[in-house]
Structure formats: structure tokens, C-alpha cells
């Protein structure tokens, strides 16, 4: 699954799942660009661990809300490495609260990370991705955007949203010979889970027919494939990464 001198914008890939996938398509010879929004000291670390293990990287500061930030992440991926051949929309935030509860403020902030950002850094890299060979988008949506989590309205539309926005561009992309999916990760052992008390947690797991949280590992190995050329036929799908919760 050769990533050689394929050049991959990876968004929040400081830490968490997005530097799990950031590594290893580093480590597949992929020239990696790390962005990040306020994690800057473990966006070099991303970087030097790339470079340390033979792959070539960059980090770029860009909020994926902001359309002159990605336009800004653009220019430093171009200059650093040329076109764009791999998307990976992974930035996303959650603001939790029960529906009755959730102010129009938390709802949009999810909106516009969530959504918003995969709107702005795919229209911006659109061109690179229909140009490339094998151009792939890659979008990181959640077991809850199918099923749905208590306190996380926001979170479950925004998420669920990219399962339409993925089949959609996948059309539009097919004709130029590129791809487009989404993977669907379960529980995940980031800090986007910090928050949640134990108990909560040991219920999540209790529910999970292998029951573990999902490593970062078992996501990005899934995303590994999806970069590589040896996905070439497969468009357009959800890939649930969840151990087993929808059986
Ligand atoms: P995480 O450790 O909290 O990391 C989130 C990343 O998103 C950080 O690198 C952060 O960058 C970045 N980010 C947030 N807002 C951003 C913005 N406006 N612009 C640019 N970057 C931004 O969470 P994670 O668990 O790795 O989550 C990664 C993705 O997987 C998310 O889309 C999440 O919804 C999804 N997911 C996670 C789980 C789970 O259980 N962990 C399950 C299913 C799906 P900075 O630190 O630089 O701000």
C-alpha cells in the first residue's frame, strides 16, 4: 500500500486519530501535511516523528472554520510538497449538552467545525484532489451521526451531514478517476473522550461486542487503505470502524 510521493492534508493531526493517520501514511512514504488549529508544540512533534521514521511533513496553522486560514494551509502545502492527492477531513469538536439545553451557539460552533470545515478544505483542495491520480477524500464521521447519542444533537447532525456530503462529491468526483468515503470510528481512546467519567465509559465498553475503545491505530489502518491505491474501486461508503456496536 505504497503512499510514495502521494502528498496528504490530514486536518487536526497534531494528536489524536488525525496523528494516527498522519503517521501512518508517513510511514508509507507520503509527504504528510500536519494541520493544526491550537496544539502547535505537538504539531512539530507530528512532524519530527514523521521525518524521523523517513517520511516528509510540514504543519500548517489553519482553523477549518475559517476559509482564509485553508487557503492559507493551502499555499503551504504547495509550496512545501505541490498538489494535493489525499483529503483527510478529521478536525471535529463536540459541545455536549441534553437538546432542551443546547444554546444556538453550541449547536453552530459543531456546525461550523464539523461541517463547515470539510465544506471549506474540500472546495479549496477540490481541484488538487480531481487532478491528482487517484485523488481521494477521506471524511471522518462517528457511530454517532447512525445511531445517535444522548447530549449530542449537534454532534450527531453535523456527522450524520457528512454521510450525504460524502456520497454526493463521490459522484461528482467519479468521473475524473477519484474517490470519496467516509469512515465512521467508534469509541476512541483521544482526549475527545477525557471528558466522559469512567462509569460512563465502562457502560460504552460494556456495549461493545469487542469490547475495548477503538486504538487510534485501528482507525487510521483503515484509512491507510482508503488513501492507497488499493482502494480504487471502492466509492462513496461509509466504513464503520466500531467493533462491532451496530451488530
Ligand atoms: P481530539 O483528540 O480531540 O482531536 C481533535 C483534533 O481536531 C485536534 O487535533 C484539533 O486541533 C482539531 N480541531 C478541532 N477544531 C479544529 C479547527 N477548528 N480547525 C482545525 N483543527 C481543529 O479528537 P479525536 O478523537 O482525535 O477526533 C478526531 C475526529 O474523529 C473528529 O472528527 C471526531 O469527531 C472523530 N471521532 C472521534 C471519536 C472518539 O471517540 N474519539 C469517535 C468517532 C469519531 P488542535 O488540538 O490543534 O486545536
Redesign the pocket.
Known sequence: MSMDDRTCVI??????????IAEYLGEEGANVVI??????G??HEAVEAIESSGGSAVAA??????RA?VEHMREVCHEAFGSCDVLV??????ADKQFTEMSREEWDRVM???LG?MFNCTQLFYDDIWNADEGRLIN?????GKQGNFGQAN?ATA?SGMFGFTRTIALELAKGGSTANCV???????????SVPEEVLDRIIAGIPLER??E?ED?AAVVRFLASKDSSYVTGEVIDVNGGMDL
Not at 494541520?35 to 502547535?40: A, G, I, V
Not at 465512521?184 to 477525557?194: K, N, S
Open positions: 486536518t487536526g493531526s497534531a494528536k489524536g486519530i488525525g496523528r494516527g494541520n493544526y488549529r491550537s496544539s502547535e505537538a504539531a496553522r489553519a482553523d477549518v472554520a475559517d486560514e477531513n478529521n478536525a471535529g469538536i463536540t461550523d467545525v464539523n470545515g471522518i464521521s462517528s457511530v454517532v454532534y456527522k465512521a470510528p467508534g469509541f476512541t481512546a483521544t482526549d475527545m473522550l477525557a475503545l477503538a487510534v482507525i
